[in-house]
C-alpha cells in the first residue's frame, strides 16, 4: 500500500516546541486518515530546527466504495413525497428504486446509494491545508507580502517550502496537490543552512531521509541525541573528565542544530573558585554548553573541571578553532560576570539587605516581603520547641533565609536561591544549621523532594509555608481547580511531609490560629478577614491534600474522612498514624468483619429510627437483655470501650485496632442468634439501643460509617 | 572587504563596522538615517521603525541609533555593560522572504564567515510592554555570543502589522569586540589606527560612563524628572487631542510625530527615575501602562497620516 512523505520547511523554530509539534502533526493527520476511513499501518513523526516531518506508511490507495440503502415513501404515496425522495438519493426516476414488501404497513420505495471512495491523493490534498492552517503553535505569527492580506497563514516562523508526495514503493510517488497562501506542495527540499543549501529532490521518505544525510541533516532527533551524548562522553573521557550529563539541556541543543558537532573548550580555573552549581548555571542557561567533572569524583557537582563541552552546527573548515575561542571567550565573560557577582555579594552581610525587602511587595494584601520575613520568623520560633529546634537558630535563619534573593547572583539565576543563602550564610560565619535552613526550608518543593530533617531547617520550612497557606487563604486566593498560582497544595503537601517524615506533633488549628494571628496584628483589618472559621477551612485542606498523597500511593483514602469524621482531630501525624492502624485492622478477617457488622447494626439502626422518628441513643438497660449473646455484647462493648479508649490515649493505635477485634465474634454471635425487632417494645427498644453502642464504641478509632466497602 | 585600507576595515576599526554595515543596507535600497535626535532606549523607540512599521506602506530604512539604558550604567567598571552604546537597526518591510540571508550575508560583509564561525537563530520572542508592541523571531548567535536580534513584528503601538515588518538590531559593541577581539569594550579600536592616532573606545566614552552612572544612580533630579514625565506626558495628550481633524469620512491625525516625540520622552524620563530606584514595583507597573497609552494613542494618531497609510 501507499505510502504518504510530508514535509514542513521554515525559518528556525524553537526548540522547545519541535517534539510536540512533531507529535502533534503525526496525531492530526493520521486522526484524519482514520475519520476518512483510511486506516494506515504505520506513522512517524521528526523534527529539526528548519523542518517538521511526516511518514505515514501503508495507506489504502482508495476509500471504500460506501453502499447505503435508504427507506423512501409508500408506494402509492403523494407525489410530493416520491419527488422529494428522488432529489434526496439523486434517482433520476421512481422506477430505479427497489419496492420492500410490508403487508402490515404497505409497501415502499427503498434507493441503493452507492457512494464511490475517492482516491487518498485527493482526501490528502483536502486534509492537508486545513491541518497546516489550524497548526497549534503555543504561539504563531503572519511574516511578508501576505501579512497584510486578511486570513494568511500564521506558522511558528515563515514557512518556506511543502513537500508532499503518495504513492508506493516501487512506483514513482505522485505529489499531493495542494497549496497554503502561495506554497504549492511539491518535493523540493532543502539541505543544511550552510553546508548543503542547495535544494534537494525528494520522492519518498526512505530516500528522503537518505538525501538529507547526504546535505548535513540528521533528521531523527533521537539520533541527533545520541550522537551528542555519545561524542560528548567520549571527548570528556579521551581527555580524562566525566561529562555531567544534563537531559534537559540535551533535549534542547539537540533541537538547535541539524549536524551536531561536538567540541570542547576550557575556562581559567580561577573560575572554579565559584560554587559550582553558578558555574553551570551560567554556562548551561546562558551558552546551552555542558560542563564536566573530574573523573571518578563520582560527585555530580562536586568537582567541576575547567572545560566545557559545545554543540556546533557545522564541521567548520578550521576544525572547530574558530568556534571553540569564540565560545571561551563568551564563556569567560559570563563566568567573570558571575565571580564578580559572587564576589560583590560576599562583601554585603545577608542581614544588611533585609532593609530592602521593606519596598518589595510580596502580595498586595498580604504586605511586603518585610512584614512577611517577620510573621515566618515569628512563627518559627513558636514552632522551634515542638519540632526540637534552638529558639534562636531558628529565629536567626527564618530572618536571613530570602535575602539571598536580593542578592546579585540570585537576580541573574533564579534557580539556585536558597543554595546561594547557604554559601553566603556560611561565608558570613552563621551556625551551620542556620545555613542549612537557608537552603533546605523551601523544601520538600514536590512529592519526590527531599524532605529537611535538621530541626532548624523543618522550623523554618514549617512556618514559611503555614505562613503561605494562612496568608492567601486570609485573602481569599484559595487554589480552585486546575489553577493554584501559589503553588499552595505543593505547600501544604510539604507541610505533611514535614511531619510525617519527621514525626512531629503539632496542632495544625492552634498554628493556622496564631499565623493567622501574626497576620492581623499586622495587616489592617480591611485587608483581611478576621476569620474564625480559617484554621478548621485550612484543616480541611489538608485533609484532601492527604489523601490525594494516599491515593497517588495507592492507600486508601476514605480512611482520612472515617477518621476526619470523628472531629477534634488535626494532629496530623497522629491522623496518618490512625489511618495507617486502621488500614491493616481492616485489611485483617476481624476488621472486615467488624466493619460488615457494624454497617448492619448502622443500617438498621438508620431503618428503624427513621420508621419510628426517634434516635435510638442512650444507655441500654442491662436488666431488659435476656439472652446470653445480648449479655456477651453488652459486656464486650463494655470492654472493648474501655480498652480502646485508653489505647488511643496511649496512642497505640495498634493496640486500639486489636481492643476492637475481641467486639467481632459477639457482634457476629448477636446477628447470628437475637431478633432486634422484638414484640415486646421496650426489649426492641433495649435492643435497638445496644446496636448503637456498638456505633458507639467503633467511635473510639474511627468513624466506621465512612469507610468505604 | 579585501579592498579597504586597513584602518577602514570592520575587524579593526568600530567606525570602519559601522561604514560595513551602512554600506551593505544601502546597496540593498534602504534609506540609511541618521540617529534620532532624542534620547531612547533602543533603535526601535526611532520613529522610523516604531511609527513606520505601521501602515501599508513599503520601508526599507537603516541607521545608528546611540540607545540609553541608565540602570545599565557601571561606572565605566564592566568590560561590557554600558549606560550608552550603539545599535544598528534595519527595518524591511513588508519582511522579505530571503531576509534571514540578507542578514547572512551583512555578516559576511563585516567578516563572519560563515565556513568557520558557527551561527545560529535562536528562540527569542519580543516584547516591548511600554511599546505594546510584540514580535517573534531569534537571538542571532555567533560562536556562542549573541550578535543581533531578529524579529518580526506583529503587534507595534498597539497596532497590528500589516504587512509584517522584518527587524535587525545589531549591538555594535558586541559585534565589534567580536571581530577585532577584545574583551573590555573600552579598549575597542575605534579609528582604525595605530599608534599615537589610535583611539580607543575609553578614549570617546570611558569619561561619559563614569559620569553618567553617578548621574543616572545618585544624582539625577528627580523632583525635575517627576515633573518632566507628567509634562511630557500632558503634552503627548494635548497634541494628539489638537491633530485630529475631521475631513469628509476620513479622520486624519496632523502631529502625530510631535506627539510621539513627547511619548519617547516620557519613556526615557522614566528610565531614569527607575534607575534612580524611587519607583516601587507597584508604581512601576502604572508608569509602564501610562506610557503604553500614550504609545499606542500615537500608533493610532499615525495610521492616520499619510505615511501611515491613511491618504
Known amino acids: ?85 428522488l432529489k434526496a438519493t439523486g434517482l433520476t426516476s421512481i422506477e430505479e428504486a427497489k419496492i420492500q414488501r410490508d403487508p402490515k404497513k404497505g409497501d415502499f420505495y427503498v434507493a441503493l446509494i452507492e457512494k464511490p471512495g475517492r482516491a487518498t491523493i485527493d482526501v490528502l490534498a483536502d486534509i492537508l491545508p486545513v491541518i497546516i492552517r489550524t497548526f497549534p503553535w503555543p504561539k504563531s505569527m503572519r511574516w511578508g507580502t501576505r501579512s497584510a492580506k486578511p486570513g494568511s497563514l500564521n506558522w511558528v516562523r515563515p514557512l518556506h517550502a511543502i513537500t508532499a508526495t503518495f504513492g508506493l514503493e516501487t512506483e514513482e510517488p505522485d505529489v499531493v496537490k495542494f497549496s497554503v497562501d502561495a506554497l504549492e506542495a511539491g518535493q523540493t527540499t532543502f539541505g543544511h543552512r550552510f553546508m548543503a543549501p ?29 550522537a551528542i551524548l555519545t561524542d560528548a562522553k567520549q571527548l570528556a573521557f579521551a581527555q580524562g573528565f566525566e561529562l555531567v550529563e544534563d537531559q534537559n539541556l540535551l533535549d534542547e541543543v539537540s533541537g538547535l542544530v541539524e549536524w551536531p558537532v561536538v567540541l570542547m573548550g576550557s575556562f581559567d580555573a580561577e573560575f572554579l573558585s565559584i560554587p559550582s552549581e553558578v558555574i553551570r548555571a551560567t554556562i548551561r542557561n546562558n551558552q546551552k554548553c555542558f560542563v564536566v567533572s573530574n573523573a571518578k569524583s563520582g560527585d555530580e557537582t562536586g568537582k567541576l573541571a575547567s572545560k566545557f563541552i559545545l554543540v556546533a552546527n557545522i564541521e567548520a573548515s578550521d576544525g572547530g578553532k574558530a568556534i571553540v575561542a569564540g565560545n571561551e571567550r563568551v564563556i569567560r565573560a559570563r563566568l567573570s560576570d558571575a565571580k564578580f557577582f559572587y564576589e560583590t555579594d560576599l562583601k554585603t552581610r545577608l542581614e544588611d539587605r533585609l532593609s530592602k525587602f521593606e519596598q518589595i511587595v510580596f502580595h498586595e494584601k498580604l504586605g511586603t516581603q518585610a512584614e512577611r520575613i517577620k510573621r515566618i520568623e515569628r512563627l518559627a520560633a513558636e514552632l522551634a520547641p515542638l519540632v526540637g529546634a534552638d529558639v534562636g537558630k531558628a529565629r536567626r535563619a527564618a530572618r536571613l533565609a530570602k535575602a539571598d534573593l536580593l542578592t546579585e547572583v540570585v537576580g541573574e539565576f533564579p534557580e539556585v536561591q536558597g543554595l546561594m543563602g ?150 496530623l501525624l497522629l491522623i496518618i498514624r490512625r489511618v495507617e492502624a486502621l488500614g491493616k485492622f481492616l485489611d485483617s478477617e476481624d476488621g472486615k468483619n467488624l466493619l460488615a457488622g457494624t454497617k448492619r447494626a448502622s443500617n438498621i439502626l438508620s431503618i428503624e429510627e427513621r420508621k419510628d422518628k426517634r434516635i435510638y441513643d442512650g444507655a441500654p438497660d442491662p436488666a431488659l437483655y435476656s439472652l446470653t449473646e445480648e449479655k456477651a455484647l453488652a459486656k464486650a462493648i463494655d470492654e472493648v470501650k474501655g480498652e480502646a479508649s485508653a489505647a488511643v490515649a496511649r496512642e497505640d493505635f495498634a493496640a486500639a485496632m486489636s481492643a476492637m477485634a475481641k467486639l467481632r465474634p459477639p457482634v457476629d454471635a448477636f446477628f447470628d442468634k437475637v431478633r432486634v425487632n422484638d414484640e415486646d417494645p421496650k426489649v426492641r427498644e433495649n435492643r435497638l439501643k445496644l446496636l448503637n453502642e456498638i456505633r458507639v464504641a467503633t467511635r473510639a478509632v474511627a468513624d466506621f460509617s465512612k469507610i468505604q466497602d | 572587504m579585501d579592498s579597504l585600507p586597513a584602518h577602514m576595515r570592520p575587524d579593526r576599526s568600530f567606525q570602519g563596522l559601522i561604514l560595513a554595515l551602512q554600506r551593505y543596507w544601502a546597496d540593498y535600497g534602504c534609506v540609511i538615517l541618521q540617529p534620532y535626535d532624542m534620547e531612547v532606549g533602543a533603535g526601535t523607540f526611532h520613529p522610523a521603525t516604531t511609527l513606520r ?36 537597526q534595519v527595518i524591511l518591510k513588508p519582511s522579505p522572504p530571503d531576509i534571514q540571508d540578507l542578514y547572512l550575508k551583512s555578516l559576511a560583509a563585516i567578516g563572519i564567515d560563515a565556513a568557520v564561525h558557527d551561527i545560529r537563530f535562536v528562540e527569542d520572542d519580543w516584547e516591548s510592554p511600554t511599546l505594546g508592541a510584540w514580535g517573534l523571531g531569534w537571538e542571532c548567535w555567533c560562536d556562542g555570543m549573541e550578535v543581533s536580534q531578529f524579529t518580526y513584528f506583529q503587534q507595534v503601538a498597539g497596532v497590528e502589522c500589516s504587512p509584517v515588518s522584518g527587524e535587525l538590531t545589531y549591538g555594535l559593541e558586541r559585534l565589534a569586540m567580536y571581530v577585532q577581539g577584545v574583551d573590555r569594550v573600552y579598549d575597542l579600536n575605534f579609528n582604525g589606527r595605530d599608534g599615537d592616532r589610535r583611539v580607543t573606545y575609553g578614549d570617546v566614552f570611558l569619561q561619559a560612563e563614569q559620569e553618567y552612572s553617578r548621574h543616572n544612580f545618585e544624582y539625577a533630579d528627580t523632583a525635575m524628572l517627576f515633573e518632566q514625565f507628567r509634562m511630557a506626558e500632558e503634552a503627548c495628550k494635548k497634541y494628539l487631542a489638537a491633530g ?16 510621539y516625540d513627547q511619548c519617547i520622552k516620557a519613556s526615557h524620563v522614566f528610565n531614569l527615575l527607575d534607575a534612580r530606584g524611587v519607583i516601587s514595583v507597584t508604581e512601576r507597573q502604572s508608569y509602564i501602562l501610562r506610557v503604553r497609552e500614550l504609545a499606542k494613542a500615537c500608533g493610532d494618531a499615525w495610521i492616520h497620516t499619510e505615511a501611515g497609510g491613511a491618504l
Open chain 2, 53 to 88: 512599521a505601521l501602515g501599508p506602506r513599503p520601508w526599507n530604512a537603516a541607521y545608528v541609533q546611540p540607545s540609553r539604558r541608565p540602570k545599565d550604567g557601571r561606572y565605566g567598571e564592566n568590560p561590557n555593560r554600558l549606560q550608552h552604546y550603539y545599535q544598528f
Open chain 2, 244 to 259: 485630529w481633524k475631521e475631513g469628509g469620512n476620513s479622520r486624519q491625525h496632523l502631529m502625530a510625530l510631535p506627539a
Open chain 1, 1 to 85: 500500500m501507499p505510502d504518504l512523505l510530508l514535509e514542513l520547511f521554515s525559518e528556525e523554530i524553537p526548540a522547545r516546541m519541535q517534539a510536540k509539534a512533531a507529535d502533534d502533526l503525526r496525531r492530526m493527520v493520521t486522526d484524519k486518515l482514520v475519520a476518512e476511513g483510511l486506516v494506515y499501518e504505520g506513522a512517524k513523526a521528526f523534527a529539526t530546527p528548519r523542518r517538521l516531518a511526516l511518514t505515514v506508511h501503508g495507506i489504502p490507495a482508495r476509500q471504500a466504495d460506501l453502499k447505503e440503502e435508504r427507506r423512501g415513501p409508500r408506494v402509492g404515496g403523494q407525489d410530493a413525497a416520491i419527488q422529494g425522495f
Open chain 1, 422 to 571: 547557604k554559601y553566603y550564610a556560611l561565608a558570613q560565619g552563621e551556625d551551620a544549621s542556620v545555613a542549612a535552613a537557608c537552603e533546605e526550608h523551601y523544601k520538600p518543593q514536590g512529592p519526590n523532594d527531599r524532605v529537611p530533617t535538621d530541626p532548624v531547617s523543618v522550623a523554618v520550612a514549617l512556618a514559611d509555608k503555614i505562613d503561605t497557606l494562612v496568608g492567601f487563604w486570609a485573602v481569599d486566593e484559595k487554589p480552585t481547580g486546575s489553577k493554584d498560582p501559589y503553588a499552595l497544595r505543593r505547600a501544604a503537601l510539604g507541610v505533611i511531609r514535614l511531619v510525617a517524615e519527621n514525626e512531629l506533633r503539632l496542632s495544625v488549628l492552634r498554628v493556622a490560629g496564631s499565623a493567622l494571628g501574626c497576620l492581623l496584628e499586622e495587616r489592617t483589618k480591611e485587608a483581611i478577614v478576621d476569620n474564625q472559621k480559617l484554621p478548621s477551612d485550612l484543616l480541611a485542606f489538608f485533609a484532601d491534600r492527604l489523601k490525594v498523597q494516599l491515593r497517588e500511593q495507592g492507600a486508601r483514602h476514605d480512611l482520612v474522612d472515617a477518621v476526619f469524621a470523628l472531629g477534634g482531630q488535626d494532629d
Open chain 1, 198 to 226: 542547495a535544494s534537494i529532490s525528494v520522492r519518498r521518505f526512505e530516500d528522503y531521509e537518505a538525501k538529507l544525510l547526504d546535505a548535513k541533516v540528521v533528521l531523527d532527533p533521537e539520533r541527533r541525541k545520541d
